[in-house]
């Protein structure tokens, strides 16, 4: 099936842990994504990278650290966890957008991660 | 004040109702504009562009009014298979932005 998908779908750990999010997709874009949805529901981006490079940081902890090993994979690692990171993390991916045209992106089933 | 606002509902309908969602944005810098839906413990989908001219996609129609910033949906004939989380999304730059998205509920 083509798609984003991520590993694992659950991750329940405790507080100081360190823990890591896999994404791949296999729809041959250019641009992955990570966003973090509270449990408020809003759904904010994290990190961008095209091509292997980070193209979005957003203002985000540096525990979390984003890594492209190829153009297909975007994984997350996440170091001392903490309570408030609690989340749904979800992976996307589009092809590159320029300034003046948007292309679609494709949501992983997300990441539910419990820090307790 | 956030960039798009959403009320968040839920907003509860009998099926065969008409259903509007209106989505305010601050940016007036942003490009372009989309509904995404949301699935409970799910990931979003696009549901649809949003154009100034309006578009519509069966029982569907979305608007954009730029001069008051705000962008609309009308879902006409609800099923019972529209209960979702709507997404407002504006584009600009790399970056889409997400309201928080509106509840809607239809009971049989």
């Known amino acids: 099936d083509t798609a984003v998908s991520q590993t694992p779908k659950y991750l329940v750990t405790q507080m100081g842990n360190d823990k890591s999010i896999k994404c791949e997709q296999n729809?041959?874009?250019?641009?992955m994504y990570w966003y973090k949805q509270d449990s408020k529901k809003f759904l904010k981006i994290m990190f961008s990278?095209?091509?292997?490079?980070?193209?979005i940081n957003e203002t985000v902890p540096n525990r979390f650290s984003p890594k492209s090993p190829d153009k297909a994979h975007l994984n997350l690692h996440i170091n001392s966890l903490e309570l408030g990171d609690s989340a749904v993390y979800f992976c996307?991916?589009?092809?590159?957008?320029?300034?003046?045209?948007?292309?679609?992106?494709?949501f992983g089933p997300g990441t539910r991660l419990t820090v307790l | 004040r956030k960039e798009v606002e959403q009320d968040p509902g839920p907003f509860n309908v009998p099926e065969g109702a008409t259903v509007a969602f209106n989505c305010t944005y601050s940016?007036?810098?942003?490009?372009?504009f989309f509904w995404y839906r949301q699935d409970c413990r799910k990931e979003p989908k696009l549901l649809m562009s949003?154009?100034?001219s309006g578009n519509e996609d069966g029982r569907f129609t979305a608007q954009l009014n730029r001069a008051s910033q705000y962008i609309s949906l009308l879902i006409r004939d609800s099923k019972l298979s529209d209960s979702a989380t709507y997404l407002c999304?504006?584009?600009?730059?790399?970056?889409?932005?997400f309201g928080g998205g509106t509840r809607l509920m239809v009971k049989p």
């Open positions: 990278y095209n091509n292997k490079e980070l193209i």
């Open positions: 999304v504006s584009h600009a730059g790399n970056m889409l932005t």
């Open positions: 996307a991916s589009s092809l590159r957008r320029t300034s003046s045209s948007y292309n679609e992106q494709f």
């Open positions: 729809l041959g874009h250019d641009t």
């Open positions: 940016n007036s810098a942003s490009q372009s």
């Open positions: 949003v154009y100034s």
